[in-house]
């Protein structure tokens, strides 16, 4: 799944054959790519010993915004992919939709609109599960796929049109209920798949609306639509997109989301939380709202577009000290936020003296959109890169993170940072990676205990290692002594040469 577990830790922790000794330009480099239809916003996933063409084989599975999936030889031995499903239909008049059709403007994401959130793969079915947006013949239509991880054939029961409605007040009522409208509404979040539910969350396309935020949850098996949750139900926009982080969970089941602008009226006894950090307890089919966190300036926060819901949530493992169970996030006001995930805080106004720390203008290097970059958690250590930024490395000590950086890199990102990822062998070997998005990607390599010193970058060993044209918000997938990246136009794959 997106940033590799439920916690969305971005790290793999059995890593055997990347040290940071061998990853240079000397040794390190990119092995092979493949072509793409189209941009590749979700990140790449990976399955080991896949029963598929005739054989046994490494996968690496990639979903595009012309709404293809692909399955790719994840070793570099197959020319053509294994299989790919389209999902338009273009006699029949389902297309990709225009991203002239969603209210005008340029838009996030450009040419068209097809498949953005990262898939989630089920290993013990065999799996994948994605939301594809179509255009059909004037109308509008999200759906749940789940397809054969072997075949690339439908499962029973797929695909579903996902339709919720939810009662309330809120923008877009009609009888007192308010139904889910997909020309609004991004799916860009990563997919969760928790205790025999898939659950899909939506954000908008460039704050265009009438939209809100919704958490719609489906039976993994049955596909049939279980829980149907929206976070702004008497009110607008509460957007969840977190930069395509997915939800996250902790151990216990409970689920976390980042919701972005939008109404809110929690600490008045209203179900809006726009700018809040929510847990969320699943209770057969409802999402109950069992805590949550909203910083004291949320007003301040919405008036100026400085979404708390920048990134996703990270469930870090637990921690010494006099907080067992800590989550981090940060907004695109560059503030760091370290929360008790057993008492969030809720609001408090005047200050979040409430909560277990804030970070004031940690990240980024401007007034505002400083960060977009989900933290990435290994060994003590949390890491981001915001928006015109370095790379930055916080250390946990007795439940509180540095108030500066332990370390930090020399190279300043440009817009919109990077997200980032971990590997390593257990407690050693760690090496922090990431994605550098400037009209063309650069793969950056660090050492993790110390960020400081850059292991690598693909643009070292000049023409050799390029892999084409960036998108924003796009994570580097390690597993197996490969590094995987994907793009405007190809997935590439990097490994010791």
């Given at each position: 799944m997106?940033?590799?577990d439920q916690?969305?830790?971005?790290q793999?922790l059995?890593?055997?054959?990347?040290?940071?000794?061998n990853?240079?330009?000397?040794?390190f480099?990119?092995l092979f790519?493949y072509?793409l239809?189209?941009s590749?916003?979700?990140?790449?996933?990976?399955?080991?010993n896949?029963?598929?063409?005739?054989?046994?084989?490494?996968?690496v599975?990639v979903?595009?915004?012309?709404?293809?999936?692909?399955?790719?030889?994840?070793d570099?031995?197959?020319?053509?992919?294994?299989?790919?499903v389209n999902?338009t239909?273009?006699?029949?008049?389902?297309t990709?939709?225009?991203y002239?059709?969603?209210?005008g403007?340029?838009?996030?994401i450009?040419p068209e609109?097809?498949?953005?959130?990262t898939p989630v793969?089920?290993?013990?079915?065999?799996t994948?599960?994605?939301?594809a947006?179509?255009?059909?013949?004037?109308?509008?239509?999200h759906?749940?796929h789940?397809?054969?991880?072997?075949?690339g054939?439908?499962?029973?029961n797929?695909?579903?049109?996902?339709q919720?409605?939810?009662?309330g007040?809120?923008?877009?009522?009609?009888g007192?209920q308010i139904?889910?409208?997909?020309?609004?509404?991004?799916q860009?979040?990563?997919?969760?798949?928790?205790n025999?539910m898939?659950y899909?969350a939506f954000?908008s396309?460039?704050?265009?609306?009438?939209?809100h935020g919704?958490?719609?949850?489906y039976?993994a098996?049955s596909?049939q639509?279980?829980?149907?949750w929206?976070?702004?139900?008497?009110?607008?926009?509460?957007g969840i997109w977190t930069?395509g982080?997915?939800?996250?969970?902790?151990?216990?089941?409970?689920?976390?989301?980042?919701?972005?602008n939008?109404?809110f009226?929690a600490n008045?006894?209203?179900?809006?939380?726009?700018?809040?950090?929510v847990k969320?307890?699943?209770?057969?089919?409802t999402l109950?709202?069992?805590?949550?966190f909203t910083?004291?300036?949320?007003?301040?926060?919405q008036?100026?577009?400085?979404?708390l819901?920048?990134?996703?949530?990270?469930v870090?493992?637990n921690?010494?000290g006099?907080?067992?169970?800590l989550?981090v996030c940060s907004?695109k006001s560059?503030?760091?936020?370290?929360?008790?995930r057993d008492?969030?805080g809720k609001f408090?106004?005047?200050?979040d003296s409430?909560i277990?720390q804030?970070?004031?203008t940690a990240?980024?290097?401007?007034?505002n959109?400083?960060?977009?970059?989900?933290g990435?958690?290994?060994?003590?250590?949390?890491?981001?890169?915001g928006?015109?930024?370095?790379?930055?490395?916080f250390q946990?000590?007795?439940g509180?993170?540095?108030?500066t950086p332990?370390?930090?890199?020399?190279?300043?990102y440009?817009?919109?940072?990077?997200?980032?990822s971990?590997?390593?062998?257990?407690?050693?070997?760690?090496?922090l990676?990431?994605?550098?998005a400037?009209?063309i990607?650069i793969?950056?390599?660090?050492?993790?205990t110390?960020?400081s010193k850059?292991l690598y970058?693909s643009?070292?060993a000049?023409?050799?290692?390029?892999?084409?044209a960036?998108v924003?918000?796009?994570?580097p997938?390690?597993?197996?002594?490969?590094v995987?990246?994907?793009?405007?136009?190809?997935?590439?794959?990097?490994?010791?040469?």
């Open positions: 997106h940033h590799n916690g969305t830790t971005g793999n059995n890593e055997t054959t990347l040290t940071p000794a990853v240079n330009q000397t040794t480099g990119k790519s072509s239809d189209g590749a916003y979700a990140q790449p996933l990976y399955v080991s896949v029963a598929i063409a005739g054989g046994t084989h490494n996968v599975y979903a595009t915004e012309h709404d293809t999936v692909y399955a790719f030889d994840a570099g031995a197959a020319t053509n992919p294994f299989w790919s999902f239909d273009a006699a029949n008049g389902i990709t939709v225009p002239t059709d969603l209210g403007g340029q838009g996030p450009i609109v097809g498949i953005t959130g793969i089920g290993p013990k079915s065999g994948l599960y994605v939301v947006f179509t255009k059909e013949n004037g109308n509008y239509v759906r749940l789940a397809l054969d991880i072997a075949t054939k439908e499962r029973p797929s695909p579903v049109v996902i919720p409605s939810v009662a007040t809120g923008t877009g009522t009609s007192g139904a889910f409208q997909s020309l609004y509404q991004l860009r979040p990563g997919l969760l798949l928790l025999g898939v899909v954000g396309y460039d704050d265009k609306g009438p939209y919704w958490i719609v949850g039976d098996s596909l639509q279980v829980i149907a929206n976070d702004t139900p008497n009110g607008n926009k509460g930069s982080a997915s939800l996250s969970a902790d151990a216990a089941g409970n689920i976390y989301a980042i919701i972005g939008g109404t009226d008045n006894g209203g179900p809006d939380y726009g700018d809040s950090v969320l307890t699943p209770n057969g089919n109950t709202v069992s805590d949550y910083p004291f300036d949320q007003q301040t926060l008036a100026n577009d400085m979404d819901g920048s990134t996703g949530f990270t870090l493992p921690q010494p006099p907080v067992a169970h989550g907004a560059g503030k760091i936020y370290l929360l008790n008492n969030l408090q106004a005047g200050s409430q277990v804030s970070i004031p990240l980024g290097s401007g007034p959109d400083n960060d977009y970059s989900t990435t958690y290994w060994q003590g250590n949390v890491y981001f890169i928006n015109g930024d370095v790379v930055k490395q946990l000590s007795n509180q993170l540095s108030v332990f370390a930090q890199g020399t190279q300043q440009g817009y919109p940072g990077a997200n980032t971990v590997s390593s062998n257990g407690a050693s070997g760690g090496i990676w990431s994605i550098e400037g009209g990607n793969l950056h390599a660090y050492d993790a110390d960020v850059e970058n643009n070292q000049g023409a050799r290692d390029k892999f084409g960036a924003r918000f796009t994570v997938t390690v597993i197996n002594g490969k995987y990246v994907a793009g405007k136009t190809e997935l590439a794959a990097f490994g010791l040469l």
